[in-house]
């Protein structure tokens, strides 16, 4: 039996529940939940706005420490530490054999859909949030989903890594390969954004404009690496920026937010060239619009980011070095710790834009 949050309902509370856990079959492994991570994403779950059903465990962001491995598990044994992947593979693909692992069709539908039949309660199962289901003492997870890094970072950071971290900083330095001098945009400053901004700072971009509604979240993203500083409530961001670029506009402006007019603004906000980043993710049925004109004659781009295009089993544990290097602030983005129990708390701090980053410590 297993401690976990389990979303019964959207936009409900999400309750604290005893479940069944079902040992790791063939290709899985047994993971006890260290540290897990709190991510806007858990709560566009719980508002129906990435339609994984209910009931449901949720949490996709976390590190522990591998109790059991099933059949077949050769990379993997118990004690390794590892960070919890909520984009799996399935190894074989055209996309898996091309090295581009995240983008792999199999792993993303086996990571959505979240049944397996790994959590039950009174012989009914539950699902759990993108292959992951971290918000619970122990998980079950893909022996692809557990990337193993080293024994002598602390977990209650490292855990960070498995969405936020590596969602931002891969947008910048793997979707887009900023370059020493380039100007960048964020629109949206929470934790992930956050991430973009350091990301960029790593890559030695020259201008970053940080935009969010809140002056709390400017502030933040000034120590990590913000240039300039947009309250896009008091001003209009495309203008703001066009400002601080000379009247030219960026050469890539990142949307963190998942809000189609604030992908519109990105677009707007980048020059002759430039490319929008979409990190954010908008709600399924929601559609994003742009001047189709400044897509030949401005050569402008909208590019997607999924997971930071990242190849997990090489720039998880190279995260990780950064962080242990003192050239990734991790430590940083935690503005609180509780326990599994005041969850639906944490929630409410994230909606109030309290907080970059709660971290659940089991």
Known sequence: MVKAAVMRGYNEPLSIEELELAPPREDEVLVKVSAAGVCHSDLSVIEC????????????????V?????????NLKPGDHVLLAWVQNCGKCAYCQ?????????????????????????????????????FSEKTVVRATAAIKIRDDVPLESACLVGCGVMTGVGAAINTVRIEPGDSVAVFGCGGVGLNVIQGAALCGASTIVAVDLLDSKLQQAKLFGATHLVNGKSVDPVQAIKDAT?????????????APPVIAQAF?????????????VPGFDQMVTVPGIALPLEEKSVVG?????????????????????KKLKIDEL???????????????????????RTVIRF
């Open 66 to 74: 591998v109790e059991q491995v099933g059949k077949g598990v050769t």
């Open 246 to 258: 000379g009247g030219h506009g960026v050469d890539y402006a990142f949307e963190v937010i998942g």
């Open 49 to 64: 706005k990435i339609p994984i059903p209910p009931p449901c465990v949720l949490g996709h962001e976390g590190a522990g």
């Open 334 to 356: 935690i503005s609180r710790t509780v326990k599994l129990d005041q969850i639906n708390d944490a929630f409410d701090a994230m909606k109030a834009g309290e907080v970059n």
């Open 98 to 134: 091309a090295g581009k692992t995240h983008l792999c069709p199999t792993g993303l539908e086996m990571g959505m859909t979240g049944q397996d039949n790994v959590f039950s309660k009174n012989g009914s199962p539950i699902g759990k949030m993108a292959g992951v289901g971290c």
């Open 305 to 325: 980011s999924l997971y930071g295009s990242a190849n997990l089993n090489r720039d998880m544990p190279r995260m990780i070095d950064l962080y242990m290097n």
């Open 268 to 280: 707007n906000a980048v020059k002759r060239g430039g490319s929008a980043v979409v990190v954010g």
